[in-house]
């Protein structure tokens, strides 16, 4: 979401609000330090509010997405490389494995339905029960692909109803 959208709704809205949004996927904390990264103080005198105090062009910057002053998660920090590291028995194994995830991850690139980039898309919001290991798979694809599971679930029943379809 770009930072100038973000300003307009925390003229109405709180920031605590605005982050548990499903379509800005920050949190509080993390959208704070962004707005604060980016150039914006919170002031807390006469006219409380964000002000830009940053250098350059506040428009330029109201273009940018938050996300580009957002801080990595925990999640990304945590996760450890094997660099420089003596290969072991365990890592060999482990190698092997990460090959295989990555032939996996190549055929369904090869087999699936070409992205389409839509501007605009009215959505709804839906609710209903998966299967859980499923579900796991879907969330691990959606991590390895760098896409959200509402796309990958889009997209996998575009295609089946263009399958019904040809039918």
Same mark, same amino acid.
Request: proline share 2%; charged share 35%.
């Given at each position: 979401?770009?930072?100038?959208? /973000?300003?307009?709704?925390?003229?109405?809205?709180?920031?605590?609000?605005?982050?548990?949004?499903? *379509?800005?996927?920050? $949190?509080?904390? $993390?959208?704070?330090?962004?707005?604060?990264?980016?150039?914006?103080?919170?002031?807390?005198? *006469?006219?409380?509010?964000?002000?830009?105090?940053?250098?350059?062009?506040?428009?330029?910057?109201?273009?940018?997405? /938050?996300?580009?002053?957002?801080?990595?998660?925990?999640?990304?920090?945590?996760?450890?490389?094997?660099?420089?590291?003596?290969?072991? *028995?365990?890592?060999?194994? $482990?190698?092997?494995?990460?090959?295989?995830?990555?032939?996996?991850?190549?055929?369904?690139?090869?087999?699936?339905?070409?992205?389409?980039?839509?501007?605009?898309? /009215?959505?709804?919001? $839906?609710?209903?029960?998966? *299967?859980?290991?499923?579900?796991?798979?879907?969330?691990?694809?959606? /991590?390895?692909?760098?896409?959200?599971?509402?796309?990958?679930?889009?997209?996998?029943?575009?295609?089946?109803?263009?399958?019904?379809?040809?039918?």
């Amino acid at each position: 979401m770009k930072i100038g959208k /973000i300003l307009e709704l925390i003229k109405t809205d709180t920031p605590a609000n605005i982050a548990k949004r499903a *379509d800005v996927h920050l $949190s509080e904390k $993390s959208l704070r330090k962004a707005l604060n990264k980016a150039g914006y103080e919170y002031r807390n005198s *006469d006219e409380k509010g964000w002000y830009f105090v940053g250098e350059g062009d506040e428009e330029t910057v109201q273009e940018q997405l /938050i996300y580009d002053f957002a801080t990595e998660g925990k999640a990304k920090a945590n996760v450890s490389t094997n660099v420089n590291k003596e290969p072991n *028995d365990t890592n060999q194994r $482990s190698n092997v494995g990460i090959k295989r995830d990555k032939e996996q991850v190549e055929q369904a690139n090869e087999q699936s339905a070409p992205t389409i980039e839509r501007t605009n898309v /009215i959505r709804k919001r $839906s609710s209903f029960d998966m *299967d859980v290991e499923l579900m796991k798979e879907l969330k691990i694809q959606a /991590i390895i692909h760098d896409r959200t599971v509402y796309e990958l679930v889009e997209s996998a029943v575009r295609h089946y109803l263009a399958e019904l379809k040809g039918k």
